[in-house]
C-alpha cells in the first residue's frame, strides 16, 4: 500500500483542479495515463479527500470519514480491484488461489449495483472506484455500462485505465476523461531518493521501467531483498554454498549488472569498515563486516573491488550467466576467506 494521507507530488496539481472544480460534477470520470505512474493510489486518495468531512482540497486523515477509508470501511465508498491488487488497496482477495485474479470480476461490478441502491450513510456523496477498468470481460463491462447508463443519485464513479482503447467506446462516452500526469524523470528521481535510494541507483531504475516510477520503486525494494539476502548470508557462520545462493529467487530475479553493483556496494562498504569508517551503504551490517574485515589485509578488499569492475565490463554478454554468476561468487567468498561447501 502506498501513502494513504497524500498524492504523489506529481499529481498534486491534478487533485487540486479536480477538487477545486465542484461545479457541474460529472457523475463517472475516467483517469487515464501511462502505465505505472500511480494512477490506482491517485483516485484512492481523491475518494478520501471527496468523502472527507473536514476540508475538500485533501484528506484531512483526522476525521471519521478518513478513519474509515484508511480502515476499508467506509459505508459510501466502494472500492473495485482484482483480487491480485486487493492487498496494495487494503482489501482481503475475495477469492484466494494459487494465483489471484487479475480480472474485475462480473460479480462484483453486480455489487457496485447493489451498493448504488443503498442509501448514503452521510446522506451525502458515495463513491465508486474501479481499477484497472480494462481488466474487465465483455460481460462484466455490458453491466458497468448498464449501471453508467442510470447512474444512481449522488454517486460518483472513478475509473481508471491505461488503455483506453481496449474499453467499451460506450463506457469511454459515459465519462468525463481526465489525462493524469506521468512524473517527469526529476520529479520521479526526487520521490525515490526521499525513499532512501541512491541517485544513481534510482535514475537507472526509473530508465530501466521506461519512466515508470512504480514499478522503479518495486525494482529498487526488490534489490533491497535480494542485498539483505546476500548479507545475511555473508553474517552465518557455516560455509556458504554457492548452489544454493543461486538458486535463490531475489537473486534469480536479478540481473548480473545489478548483483555486480550491490556486490561493488559491499566491497566498498568492507573497505571503509577496514579503514575505521562507517559503512556508507549498508551501515546496518557494521558488526558483520568487522568480522569479515578482521581476518583480511586491506589490499585483499582492493583486489576485490578491481576484480568486480572488470567483470562489469564482461557482464553484458555472458556467454552463460549462471556460470559467470558462479564464478563470480566463488571469487567473492574466496578473497574475503570464507568456507565454501
Ligand atoms: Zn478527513
Excluded at 542485498?227 to 536479478?254: G, H, M, V
Aim: charged share 15%; aromatic share 10%.
Amino acid at each position: 500500500m502506498f501513502p494513504k494521507d497524500h498524492f504523489f507530488p506529481w499529481h498534486q496539481v491534478n487533485a487540486q483542479t479536480f477538487l477545486t472544480q465542484q461545479e457541474n460534477r460529472s457523475h463517472a470520470y475516467l483517469f487515464h495515463g501511462q502505465q505505472g505512474i500511480g494512477k490506482g493510489h491517485f483516485a484512492w486518495i481523491l475518494a478520501k479527500a471527496l468523502l472527507c468531512t473536514s476540508s475538500h482540497h485533501k484528506p484531512c486523515n483526522q476525521c471519521q470519514s478518513c478513519h474509515w477509508i484508511d480502515l476499508n470501511h467506509h459505508p459510501d465508498f466502494k472500492c473495485v480491484v482484482p483480487d491480485i491488487l486487493a492487498s496494495d488497496f487494503g482489501l482481503t482477495p475475495l477469492d484466494i488461489k494459487e494465483k489471484l485474479s487479475k480480472d474485475v470480476r462480473v460479480e462484483q461490478v453486480r455489487g457496485i449495483e447493489n451498493f448504488a441502491q443503498l442509501s448514503s450513510h452521510q446522506s451525502g456523496l458515495r463513491v465508486i472506484m474501479i481499477y484497472p477498468t480494462e481488466n474487465m470481460n465483455l460481460i462484466a463491462a455490458n453491466a458497468l455500462l448498464k449501471i453508467l447508463e442510470e447512474p444512481p443519485k449522488n454517486t460518483l464513479f472513478l475509473l481508471v485505465t491505461h488503455q483506453m482503447r481496449v474499453l467499451l467506446p460506450t463506457i469511454v462516452s459515459r465519462c468525463r476523461l481526465w489525462h493524469l500526469k506521468t512524473p517527469t524523470i526529476q520529479e520521479g528521481l526526487d520521490w525515490l531518493v526521499s525513499h532512501g535510494f541512491e541517485k544513481e541507483q534510482a535514475l537507472s531504475a526509473i530508465h530501466a521501467q521506461a519512466g515508470s516510477v512504480i514499478p522503479a520503486l518495486t525494482t529498487l525494494q526488490e534489490g533491497t531483498n535480494w542485498r539483505r539476502f546476500f548479507l545475511d548470508i555473508c553474517s552465518q557462520q557455516e560455509a556458504i554454498s554457492i548452489p544454493y545462493l543461486l538458486q535463490n529467487d531475489t537473486i534469480k530475479s536479478q540481473n548480473i549488472l545489478e548483483i555486480l553493483h550491490g556486490l561493488q556496494q559491499i566491497t566498498t562498504d568492507l573497505i571503509l569498515t577496514k579503514l575505521g569508517n562507517s559503512p556508507k551503504y549498508f551501515p546496518q551490517y557494521n558488526p558483520i563486516f568487522n568480522n569479515i574485515v578482521n581476518r583480511l589485509p586491506v589490499e585483499r578488499l582492493f583486489k576485490l573491488n578491481q576484480f568486480l569492475t572488470e567483470q562489469k565490463k564482461k557482464a553484458n554478454h555472458p556467454l552463460n550467466e549462471a556460470l559467470f554468476l558462479q564464478v563470480i561468487f566463488q571469487k567473492f567468498f574466496v578473497l574475503l576467506n570464507f568456507q565454501l561447501t
